[in-house]
């Protein structure tokens, strides 16, 4: 895939998601109930969250660093990471939250610019400096998870929320 396609698409994705966002008042937004327990302000810290996680996994690659969940996320299940995520990042403000949000995602913005073309189509991980999830297959598969395909799991959800208000208001 063309580096300048997938950029194009997660920009697309995010005006998107950031239009569904907007639709929803600052009290709302903190309310849990959006995806079970998570209120939309905790949706938009996970999203920013693995952003972020997949911005410093690049930019740490390019400058020849070894990649790092952490310990305490290291060879967990996915339901199980996004849990303790969830714990770290839910006592934020939602001011904070969206600050975050939008920093994570010029950070994956500007470490996915930072690319070749050719690294960016990369099957071996940048050498072997990305963690093993990214190792055998395009570089580039590996961030649809992790940025425009992370709205797109969550926008009908979204879209489901904003239909069921507007049809509480009726």
Known sequence: MDKQTFLDTLHGE?????????????????????????????????IAVYEEW?????????????????????????????ARLYEQQRGRTLADTLAFSRRAYQ??????????????NSTDGLGGRLHSFWVGRPLWKGLVGN??????????????????QAEVGK
């Open 14 to 46: 995010r005006a998107q998601w950031d239009a569904q966002v907007a639709q929803v008042d600052e009290e709302r937004m903190t309310q849990p109930g959006f995806a079970g327990k998570w209120s939309l302000k905790d949706v938009i810290a996970h």
């Open 54 to 82: 997949t911005a410093n996994e690049i930019q740490r690659a390019l400058r020849g660093e070894q990649p790092e969940w952490g310990p305490e996320l290291t060879g967990v299940s996915d339901d199980e990471r996004n």
């Open 107 to 120: 950070q994956l913005v500007e470490a996915i610019q930072a690319l070749s073309n050719e690294e960016f």
């Open 147 to 164: 940025a425009y395909q992370h709205y797109r799991e969550h926008s009908p959800d979204l879209k489901a929320w904003l239909d069921g």
